[in-house]
């Protein structure tokens, strides 16, 4: 009768005939296993004997996936990876982990569970592309150690949001805060520094008139001069200017919004009364034509 081809062993008792569907389904199993002399065998016979034992054993699908991913981790163990060149393993240990690391101080998060509410660090995520451009832009121009390094991680990315970066609430107003310079006076900044600076944001204000709602964000990109005032203070400026008219909305986890009321009610008055003249001239009946005789 001669050998099953699963165990080797010879063919006395207990034999079973797997014809065409069994020898599809062996040899499908001794693909999975990797067995490429089984293969060749089976794919040129139409039947085989073979213990009935060995057969119920080899053609079971669960244990022949569980024998493939051993024989693979196996196979990865005996086979080292390659070993990174000096220039690759120096760029594995200089990437960022933006997603556990603030964005700004580079420290990684602390787990706050334990610690009281009121004294825990504010941890925000990055949501607006706009982001990258405007950190960009308030740190290329300053000389210090903390801009440099965050203008080095940010432009190490194309993306901020696909990297899910997330960074301290108070890191990030040393961003819109730059430290004094040296020799100058620590204290509250003079009335002229923050004029100036409030200048570009009313500037940008007033060319955007049709527009009824600014982020925070935006409007900070708009600062005129080096020295950029604190958001608290943006606000309060701007309330003071435009009064009643501005609303400004702040949001958990999110920049805050600035709103006008009035623009807002112009547009939808706009809109109501352009609406309501189309409506009057389609009533409107059209001039009567006389019949010649």
């Not at 165990?7 to 199993?29: N, P, Q, S």
């Not at 990315?157 to 004094?180: G, K, Q, S």
């Amino acid at each position: 009768m001669g050998d099953c081809f699963i165990c080797k062993k010879a063919l006395i008792d207990d034999i079973y005939v797997a014809k065409k569907r069994a020898v599809r389904t062996l040899l499908t199993v001794s693909e999975k296993r990797g067995h490429v002399d089984h293969q060749r065998m089976l794919e040129s016979v139409e039947y085989v004997s073979v213990h009935r034992e060995c057969y119920k054993n080899y053609a079971n699908e669960r244990l022949a996936s569980f024998v493939a991913r051993r024989t693979k981790s196996v196979s990865e163990e005996q086979e080292p990876e390659p070993e990174p060149e000096p220039e690759q393993q120096q760029q594995l240990e200089d990437r960022f982990d933006f997603k556990n690391k603030c964005l700004f101080c580079g420290v990684p998060f602390s787990d706050q569970t334990k610690t009281p509410m009121h004294r825990r660090h504010a941890i925000r995520t990055v949501r607006e592309k706009s982001m990258k451009d405007n950190v960009l832009k308030y740190l290329l121009g300053r000389n210090d150690e903390f801009a440099a390094s965050i203008v080095k991680r940010v432009c190490s990315v194309p993306d901020l949001i696909a990297v899910e970066a997330r960074y301290h609430r108070e890191c990030m107003h040393r961003v819109y805060n730059p430290l004094p310079e040296e020799g100058a006076k620590r204290g509250r900044p003079t009335g002229n520094k923050v004029d100036e600076a409030m200048e570009g944001i009313y500037s940008f204000l007033k060319e955007n008139s049709d527009e009824c709602q600014f982020s925070m964000t935006e409007l900070m990109s708009h600062v005129n001069g080096n020295f950029v005032p604190h958001i608290k203070t943006v606000k309060a400026h701007l309330e003071a200017k435009y009064g009643e008219d501005i609303l400004i909305i702040e949001k958990q986890k999110r920049d805050c919004v600035v709103c006008f009321r009035n623009t807002g009610f112009k547009i939808l008055a706009d809109k109501w009364y352009q609406e309501k003249f189309t409506e009057d001239e389609d009533l409107q009946p059209g001039p009567s034509k006389r019949k010649k005789t």
